[in-house]
C-alpha cells in the first residue's frame, strides 16, 4: 500500500470518528489510528444500547461517505473495561 492509499484511509478514519464523536452522549471517547477507530462509552450504555447506537453509526456513516475505498474497523468499548466489541466498516460497493 503506498503512502497515498495510508493517508486516504488515515482521512477516512479520521472523519467517521469526528462524525461519531459529535453524535456521542457526553462522556464518550472516539479515537482514530490508520483504518481502525476506538470508540469509549459507558458501561451501562454497551448493556443497553449498543444495538441502537451501533445501527445509528452505520446509517450515518453511510449517508456522509456513500464511497469508502477501504474497511474501517469498529471498536466499541466500555470504559471500565469489561466489555470490548469488534466491528467491520464495510468498503462501498462500487
Known amino acids: 500500500m503506498n503512502p497515498l492509499e495510508l493517508s486516504q484511509i488515515a482521512d477516512l478514519s479520521s472523519a467517521v470518528a ?3 464523536k459529535g453524535q456521542l452522549a457526553a462522556g464518550g471517547t472516539v479515537t482514530a ?24 453509526i452505520y446509517q450515518s456513516v453511510d449517508q ?16 471500565e473495561g469489561v466489555y470490548e466489541n469488534s466491528f467491520k466498516i464495510w468498503k462501498s460497493g462500487s
Open 64 to 79: 456522509h461517505f456513500p464511497v469508502r475505498k477501504e474497511h474501517l474497523s469498529l471498536i466499541i468499548r466500555d470504559a
Open 33 to 56: 489510528v490508520a483504518n481502525q477507530i476506538v470508540v469509549s462509552i459507558s458501561r451501562f450504555e454497551v448493556e443497553h444500547k449498543l444495538g441502537s447506537l451501533l445501527q445509528h
Open 18 to 20: 469526528h462524525l461519531i
